[in-house]
């Protein structure tokens, strides 16, 4: 994927935060353990005056030096071993002193293995899918924002309950045992609303999330694809978690944005990363409006859950004005 300058910059800060922490904390430490065993400062510091004995001895090139420095080397050690003994003994952990860094693979270089390690990808990744959430015309919403009370009791509130509790457990085991979800059902039945819960409840737990309207989405990457504009939506898109695309069905008709939209399903799929879509309509109509690869990886690939009941934000509103 082809970042952006900013995610860059993103992912260089971030990193340098993550390592001062991680130097913050063990300094944190440190004092504290010097402030109970003393003896643990006094052989740090002759530790240190040894490197720098260790060094002399070398560039002095005398006869004996390579003796002299293994002396010092293997004195070194036992100090070392005394210290994390004496810090065993108060902390009940050896590496007590040692930075906690964020990422123990780089620690918190970015780099491991002579390449970018994933950590950094997971930054630059988490900067592009926000700056694309940031643009988008839906944001997050919590759980508690929906209400079961819009839908008439009996049948359809008892399968809306149910939903409910299925979404919040797909949220909760986010990604396990997550398959692409395909909500249907006419305007105003929660759909949106849904997402976006689902939407901020997958975030809280530390995943991308992408949260995007099919037009926008299908806009931003036809300008990008033609030189109107510049970035990498589709593969920002196709990089998220888990990408939460509300609307299909509105975009105008084109064939561009039917190959994007397969790109994006597709893409997605062959790296098992779950989708959610919504959309107004029924797969009659997705049947007549959309090519065959489309259709058939949305029937497929795509569990359907069908959204039923009378339109909820015109109830909210009829509630709010008081007219009943
Ligand atoms: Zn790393």
């Known amino acids: 994927m082809r970042y952006s300058d900013e995610a860059f910059e993103f992912m260089m800060q971030t990193l340098q935060e993550r390592r001062e922490k991680a130097q913050n904390g063990s ?9 109970k065993l003393p003896e643990v400062k006094k052989l740090e510091n002759s530790l240190k005056d040894s490197y720098l004995n260790l060094y002399q001895i070398i560039a002095s090139h ?4 390579a003796e002299a420095a293994r002396k010092v080397a293997d004195d070194n050690l036992a100090a070392q071993q005394k210290i994390k003994q004496l810090v065993k003994a108060l902390t009940n952990d050896e590496n007590y002193l040692e930075p906690h860094f964020f990422c ?37 919403q919590d759980f508690s924002r929906f209400s079961l009370e819009y839908y008439p009791q009996g049948e359809i509130r008892d399968r809306m309950a149910s939903y409910l509790r299925y979404f919040k457990d797909y949220c909760a085991n ?3 045992g997550c398959n692409s979800l ?13 997402s976006c819960c689902m939407a901020k409840e997958i975030a809280s ?13 299908l806009r931003k990457i036809e300008d990008e694809h033609f030189g109107r504009s510049e970035g990498s939506t589709l593969d920002s898109v196709i990089a998220a978690d888990i990408a939460i695309i509300d609307d299909l069905g509105s975009e105008f ?4 944005y039917d190959s994007a939209l397969y790109n994006i399903i597709n893409g997605r799929i062959n790296l098992h990363r779950p989708t959610i879509i919504s959309t107004n309509m029924s797969s009659e109509k ?9 259709v058939s990886r949305l029937l497929n690939d795509f569990i359907p859950v069908l959204f039923v009941g009378s339109d909820i934000r015109q109830q909210r509103s009829v509630k709010r004005y008081g007219k009943k």
């Not at 949260?211 to 989405?217: C, G, R, W, Y």
């Not at 997705?286 to 489309?294: G, K, V």
Request: hydrophobic residues 30%; glycine residues 6%.
């Open 104 to 140: 123990k693979k780089c620690k918190d270089t970015g780099k491991a293995d002579g390449k970018r390690c994933e950590c950094a990808e997971e930054l630059l990744k988490e900067y592009m899918v926000r700056s694309l959430n940031e643009s988008s015309s839906i944001s997050v």
């Open 286 to 294: 997705l049947n007549e409006r959309y090519n065959e690869r489309i």
């Open 27 to 35: 300094e944190k430490r440190r004092a504290y353990v010097y402030e």
């Open 62 to 65: 005398k006869s004996n030096a």
């Open 182 to 194: 395909l909500f249907i059902g006419k305007t105003g039945l929660g759909k949106t609303l849904i």
């Open 253 to 256: 008709t084109s064939p561009f």
């Open 174 to 176: 986010f990604p396990d």
């Open 205 to 217: 737990r530390g995943f991308s999330v992408l949260l995007v309207s099919a037009p926008d989405i």
